[in-house]
């Protein structure tokens, strides 16, 4: 036993003297463009949310969690299938459906517990599972836990896609997951190449659209609607966690046959409690005031283009992209975290990710717009950058 803690204790020490070691910071204040941090002297701009749409601290939004207690109380207090579910997860269920233009929906506590009960539920050792290189580890993870032909193409290479989907012509299905948007590059998968290569190859497409979902497409309905393919995306998962409302739990959207199937054989569904009544409010709020109000997606398409244009006016080189997840490679991971270090001196909240999250030698900071920025919020954040920036030579 203390040899194990022994070791641990050691790593944890090289981490911290290889300048790599994450050290948690602690907010004060609601998730929003400003936050209070107990490191900090002062509130600091934040830049690292996945609130695309802030909607976090949203008063309708809160509210309907608050009423949601009052209703429900904190919880099912075991799992769906022996207790019970409450109409509030019904409603919001419905909505997720019907918000993707498809038949049906089913959440789960997060949206890790959607991927990881996904394809293990349904796929063995007849069928093939396909997955981007660069895919969430959710994904890898689930992927890992299923026991069928797996086979990884690279990130984005449709032409690698479909040697794997040559390769596994003999399996009953073939199925084939992405993230919509790949959250630490940026960038958006090639989803009509994907559904053409799947159709020729009679395979299942799968996209996990958490960072797409309340982000792209004119309303907000993710990257099928950005590429004008609303409801023709068979699966779709999601997470609850980040545009909707940033509480948290996450889904499953895609036929009534496959959610009633996951109902009755999924693990998380079976084994682990239903979303709290008060997160599946808040949710349900947040995907109604989307609805309501499309021009967030506007506001936060727009601050995007802003942030990015004036970063390459500064010298800096994002990696290009349309999505409000804006990196800049720095390399070395201590480094990452120096211009972190610097950011958050010149009062900007923004992480940067070194291995293992990203591969070695391409340590970053990942910046995050979102619809709460005001444009002097992200001027302020591009004064910073261009002081933090020159002092470690990035640019
Ligand atoms: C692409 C992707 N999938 C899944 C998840 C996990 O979502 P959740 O926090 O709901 O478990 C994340 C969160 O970082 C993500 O970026």
Known sequence: MSGLFGRLRDELREMREQGVYKQLVHLDSPQAAVVRLKESDGEVINLCSNNY???CDNPEVVEAGRAAYEEYGAGTS????????FTVHRRLEEKIASFLGLGSALTYVSCWNANTGLMPTFLDDEDALISDELNHASI???????????KIYKHSDMSDLERALKETQDARHRFVITDGVFSMEGDICRLPDM?????KYDAVVAIDDSHATGVLGETGRGTPEHYGMHGAVPVITSTLGKALGGAAGGFTAGPPEL???LTQRSRPMLFSNALPPATAAHSLAAIEYLEEHPGLVKKLRDNTSYFREKLLEAGFKPIEGDTPIVPIIIGETAEAIRMSKLLMDEGVFVIGF??????????RIRCQISAAHETEHLDAVLDAMKKAGSKLGVI
């Open 78 to 85: 075991s799992v769906r299938f022996i207790c019970g579910t």
């Open 259 to 261: 959610t009633d199937y």
């Open 53 to 55: 749409l802030g909607l």
């Open 354 to 363: 070194g291995y293992p999250v990203v591969p070695h030698g391409t340590a």
């Open 140 to 150: 890898i993870d689930s992927v890992r836990m299923t026991k069928s032909n797996r």
């Open 195 to 199: 559904m053409e290569l799947a159709e």
